[in-house]
């Protein structure tokens, strides 16, 4: 599995724009990226996933430049309720594969 | 949306006693997964399952844990003899085929303390 690399904590005002990078250096050819988002006592939950590009849903934008070696998770306008821990994952996105946590980016959104 | 079920929420329990932490994965969903947070640490994957049998464990899951799918719904974890370290979050997970779209979807889990 693609090792991925992030920062551990980032702080950010209300009504900001988040943007959260993940370095994966080895990906291969059929890895995807997924970011999860976790609440304390809570199980991690999908946020998106992407392969090459732009992909964007209702909570989130992921950004993946051409060579895919890393990716952005953007959070338009955070709330006090984006206070989480984001992770990157890389894998190749089928069922039967687990997926191996990082440590994660704890952001912390400050009124 | 679909979720996944864990139930008891919170479970006290006594060292050396066994415990059974119960899930209800999605319906259509194929694999099924325990992974286990220890306070302040990383999610850790413990074992997957897939077609009524153990695909793949991680060195955690040792003798002293099982799982088990007793019907169509239910997926088990049982620990016969807890000990202190045992303390953690356990999160049931499942997933389909494919994980693109939704992921991998995870219950809220089962804080387990043991005392």
């Known amino acids: 599995l693609a090792k991925t690399t992030q920062p551990i904590s980032m702080d950010s005002y209300e009504g900001q724009e988040v943007n959260i990078t993940c370095s994966h250096n080895?990906?291969?050819?059929?890895?995807?990226i997924t970011w999860y988002q976790q609440f304390p006592s809570q199980g991690p939950r999908f946020i998106i996933q992407?392969?090459?590009t732009k992909v964007t849903n209702e909570v989130a934008s992921l950004f993946i430049p051409a060579d895919r070696k890393s990716s952005t998770l953007s959070l338009p306008r955070v709330s006090l309720s984006d206070t989480a821990v984001y992770y990157c994952?890389?894998?190749?996105?089928?069922?039967?594969?687990?997926?191996?946590f990082g440590i994660g980016t704890k952001l912390q959104v400050i009124p | 949306e679909p979720e996944v079920t864990q139930t008891p929420s919170h479970q006290v329990t006594q060292m050396g006693q066994e415990v059974i932490l119960r899930c209800v994965p999605i319906s259509n969903h194929l694999y099924f997964y325990w992974y286990r947070q220890i306070l302040g640490q990383k999610v850790e994957f413990l074992v997957s399952f897939y077609n009524n049998e153990i695909s793949e464990k991680s060195e955690i899951f040792d003798d002293q844990f099982s799982v088990e799918r007793p019907d169509g719904s239910n997926f088990t974890l049982k620990i016969r003899s807890t000990k202190l370290e045992d303390s953690a979050m356990y999160f049931c997970?499942?997933?389909?085929?494919?994980?693109?779209?939704?992921?991998?979807?995870f219950g809220s889990g089962t804080r387990l303390t043991v005392v």
């Open positions: 994952l890389v894998g190749e996105g089928k069922g039967y594969q687990k997926v191996t």
């Open positions: 997970a499942s997933s389909g085929e494919l994980t693109g779209g939704n992921g991998y979807t």
């Open positions: 992407g392969y090459k």
């Open positions: 080895n990906i291969a050819t059929n890895d995807y």
